[in-house]
């Protein structure tokens, strides 16, 4: 039977009232309208007025209507399980009866409320809704047809996983084939839809779309000159998707798609060439990328230098002819949210790896745009191909660089930087003039050239650096100190990015002109507005990391700490600021070592807090969810690691301190947190304290050791990495008494350091910590040599010489003397380990000959020559050179 369900008069105009008022941009209306919306959800038919509004009440104005629609919707997402039957059924039924409504905004709104009835679960129990929606499909009204495809749209959007499931008896079956005939439909819209909901189904790799693939690829070459941009987009799309899963199809093809493909990157419509240009990204990516482009690159590479121009609009929307703004403070959307990243121990290796995580230039607005994708796209391409590409961008780059139009020479400078890393090698001989033409480009007149070629002298910082200092790196840090003082704010973040990319170049080259940096940055600190500022404090950061123990000098503290302290003591608990600035903080204290002292006290203590805060108000959480807001955990985590960096940077001077707070009962909550980026940093916190002070860490050992067993989890590589260095740290500290432990992380370490593709960073601590526990406990560890010593010597090859390293080779040699049958079959694994050492300490080196003579001798000397023509000769060298064997 129908749902008989009528109004109340008076109810309604209350309802149309909130709507209307909610309508007002007026914030304290808005709150009290929040609250009469809470209040009115009590009324189990509230909702019923709603749908009502939405769906029946004609006579009101189409904006009300939708927003009537929309609450409903939150309500839904909220607290659809409370709804009663009644309510339940008229609402679905009201939907379904107007999805053909006249308006295109009320369709639109009744096809959101569908589907998020639908992804609360209730596909199962609303078996009627797809086939309704598929047989109003072939309704001759175009308004039924349109309504029902756009839901459906969303419905595939938002439930594409369930749809391709059992739960649903197989949908797509039909489904799919339906929606391929509506390619051709008359409408361009229905087309879109049509394309739009298959494309759902690609990357899930759908059963039902797989068996109609060739269909489909044709009627999508079909669209491939549809008139309508929203059809020539899905069909970008849909061949961009298709590249990743099914290449198979699309290789008879291929060469016909990228001439497609290199029309549609030249779409009059800016968001069809968008998509287009991500088939560029996606196919770099395929190992046949080199064999299909390579015919095409002279026509491609101008495509998408062309495309990395700024358009009108952008220039618009980038102010970029407002030169100076440095005055006006910024608002607050423009800041994006900042990911901290928690402390991870590594070891430093001989040749030190370019760690690239290049933030592009402009990610300030309107985050993902044709010109984005374009250098994204030379910039994949540049990798792939490298130096081939050279011949094809460099006439152009010619053109370019030296163009009379600013717009032009900006995005010849972007080129520029997009190839630095695919093509160094071929630029080096191109350098020597450029790099001084690009530190003339900095003091261009135009605020977006000047922040465009700070980015591109970025990416050739390595090759500054490798220079001798007076010729480059001197003339590129003054000008780009100039322009971190530019009195235009987008320079001065780009500047400032720029110099924290040089600093880890540079590293202590930077020492002779450390009071000139300094100066600069403490008096950009009056300068900045608040964006800037949170780069500025990653500059310090950065600088302090590089140039370590020589920022220790009390002319730089002088300058340095005192506006760091300011900010610190004028920013709140709870602000968000904290993080970037506690990372710098963390930093500064580890360089500075002793010279940190005078300012560690306020500081720890205020680390402390925030973590107890942050405990607090979880454990509230959890007990009364709906009552306690979750906390934001990244406080935690950031203390955690400044606390960290005062245990590296003060050493046994912290001590004191910990003495005086429950810091380590506050670490043992924080170690058996749910969240791994707090353990991360929790386990890092008690490999530092071991080191500065461990008689106050000695008495929980017994309580840490447990947990940090059930922590050597590979899933969580950082956790699992922290974790293993702790227990080094603690077994160097413990020695014998660390005996009744090795039971609980044995057997996990050795099965890290056999499995596949385990991380370097964890593969190379999880051996410095088996080498240590051996060292502490011989007898405990040596019977299991045999499953570890073939990659223990592998991973610990390319590491430096220093402290751990020792200790771990100290404990080897100690398990080879009480197991020594252990290492015979892997025995040249472990000579190639020990030639990897440049400088051991004099009786370490006695070891290792007493071991490489002790083997030598016990298989004679014909046995050794047979043994160590294997090796390579460098090994062969070293080994005769220093070991005499």
Not at 150 to 177: T, W, Y
Not at 221 to 244: I, T
Not at 483 to 507: G, H, P, W, Y
Not at 744 to 767: C, D, F, G
């Amino acid at each position: 039977m129908e749902y008989a369900w009528k109004p109340d008069e008076q109810g309604l105009q209350q309802i149309l009232q909130l709507l209307k008022e909610s309508q007002s941009p007026d914030t304290t209306m808005q709150r009290a309208v929040q609250q009469k919306l809470e209040q009115l959800n009590q009324y189990p038919d509230f909702n019923n007025y709603l749908i009502f509004v939405l769906t029946k009440l004609k006579s009101e104005d189409e904006p009300t209507r939708s927003l009537s629609g929309l609450i409903l919707k939150n309500n839904v997402k909220a607290h659809f399980h409370n709804f009663p039957n009644g309510v339940t059924d008229f609402i679905k039924s009201e939907c379904l009866n107007n999805i053909g409504d006249s308006s295109p905004l009320i369709r639109a709104t009744v096809g959101i409320l569908i589907t998020t009835i639908a992804s609360k679960g209730e596909l199962q129990n609303w078996p009627e809704l797809l086939p309704k929606l598929c047989s109003l499909l072939d309704s001759e009204d175009y308004n039924t047809c349109e309504g029902a495809f756009g839901a459906l749209q969303k419905i595939c959007e938002d439930s594409a996983e369930i749809l391709d499931s059992d739960v649903l008896d197989r949908p797509l079956n039909i489904m799919i084939p339906k929606f391929l005939q509506f390619f051709k439909h008359s409408s361009p819209k229905i087309r879109s839809h049509a394309v739009a909901c298959v494309n759902q189904f690609i990357i899930i790799r759908t059963q039902a779309l797989m068996l109609h693939i060739d269909a489909f690829i044709e009627n999508l070459f079909a669209l491939a000159g549809d008139e309508e941009p929203e059809v020539r987009k899905n069909v970008c799309r849909a061949l961009v998707m298709l590249l990743e899963v099914r290449m198979d199809r699309l290789l008879p093809h291929i060469i016909s798609i990228v001439e497609y493909m290199l029309q549609r990157t030249q779409d009059q419509d800016e968001n069809v060439a968008l998509e287009a240009c991500e088939f560029w990204l996606t196919l770099a990516e395929q190992p046949i990328c080199k064999d299909v482009l390579c015919r095409h690159l002279t026509k491609l590479i101008p495509v998408l230098v062309n495309g990395m121009k700024y358009s009108e609009i952008d220039i618009i929307l980038l102010k970029g002819d407002v030169e100076e703004d440095e005055a006006i403070p910024d608002s607050e959307q423009d800041i994006r949210p900042r990911f901290h990243r928690s402390r991870t121990v590594a070891q430093q290796h001989e040749e030190d790896d370019i760690v690239d995580d290049d933030d592009d230039d402009d990610d300030t607005f309107s985050d993902w745009n044709l010109r984005k994708c374009s250098a994204a796209a030379l910039d994949v391409l540049a990798n792939v191909f490298r130096d081939e590409l050279l011949p094809h961008i460099l006439p152009l780059l010619k053109e370019l660089l030296f163009h009379h139009e600013w717009v032009v020479k900006e995005s010849g400078i972007l080129v520029l930087g997009a190839i630095a890393e695919g093509c160094m090698q071929g630029m080096i001989p191109y350098l020597p003039e450029l790099i001084p033409h690009l530190i003339q480009c900095l003091s261009n007149k135009k605020s977006l050239v000047r922040s465009i070629t700070c980015w591109t002298l970025s990416r050739y910082a390595h090759w500054v650096v490798s220079q001798p200092p007076d010729t480059f790196l001197k003339p590129l840090m003054t000008e780009l100190l100039k322009r971190i003082l530019d009195s235009n704010k987008r320079v001065q973040e780009a500047a400032c990015s720029a110099f924290a990319t040089l600093e880890e170049e540079a590293c202590t080259e930077l020492v002779p002109y450390l009071a000139y940096i300094l100066d600069t940055l403490v008096f950009a600190f009056s300068k900045y507005q608040h964006k800037n500022l949170l780069i500025l404090y990653d500059a310090i950061g950065t600088l302090a990391d590089s140039v370590g123990h020589h920022l220790n000098k009390p002319e730089y503290i002088q300058m340095l700490m005192p506006p760091l302290i300011q900010k610190w003591n004028t920013l709140k608990d709870e602000d968000k600021d904290l993080f970037p600035l506690l990372e710098c903080l963390s930093s500064v204290a580890t360089a500075l070592q002793s010279g940190f002292l005078p300012y560690c006290e306020p500081v720890y203590q205020r680390c402390v807090n925030l973590v107890q805060k942050t405990l607090a108000q979880a454990m509230l959480h959890n007990a009364q969810p709906d009552q306690n807001e979750a906390p934001d955990k990244d406080f935690m985590i950031v203390a955690l690691d400044l606390l960290s960096g005062l245990a590296e940077g003060l050493g046994g001077n912290i001590e004191q301190l910990v003495a005086r707070s429950n810091v380590l009962t506050l670490m043992y909550q924080c170690m058996q947190d749910k969240m791994p980026e707090v353990r991360q940093s929790s386990f890092a916190l008690l490999g530092d304290l071991t080191k500065a002070c461990f008689q106050h860490v000695k008495p929980c050992i017994a309580d840490f050791m447990p947990i940090l067993g059930t922590n050597l989890n590979p899933e969580f590589i950082s956790v699992c990495n922290n974790a293993t260095w702790a227990i080094g740290e603690i077994s160097i500290q413990m020695g014998i008494e660390m005996q009744p432990y090795i039971p609980m992380v044995l057997h996990q370490l050795v099965e890290i350091i056999n499995r596949p593709n385990t991380p370097k960073t964890l593969l190379e601590n999880t051996a410095i910590t088996i080498g240590r526990l051996g060292y502490v406990c011989p007898q405990e560890v040596a019977p299991m040599l045999q499953q570890f010593i073939r990659p223990w010597c592998t991973s610990l090859r390319n590491i430096r010489d220093n402290e751990e390293k020792d200790s771990a080779f100290r404990g080897i040699c100690t398990m080879i003397s009480v197991n020594p049958s252990g290492v015979v079959q892997d025995f040249i694994f472990f000579c190639d380990a020990v030639a990897s050492w440049i400088s051991p300490k004099d009786d370490l080196r006695d070891t290792f000959c007493k071991i490489l003579h002790g083997f030598k001798n016990q298989v004679g000397d014909e046995n050794w020559r047979h043994f160590s023509d294997q090796f390579p000769l460098p090994l062969k060298e070293r080994l005769a050179a220093y070991y005499g064997v």
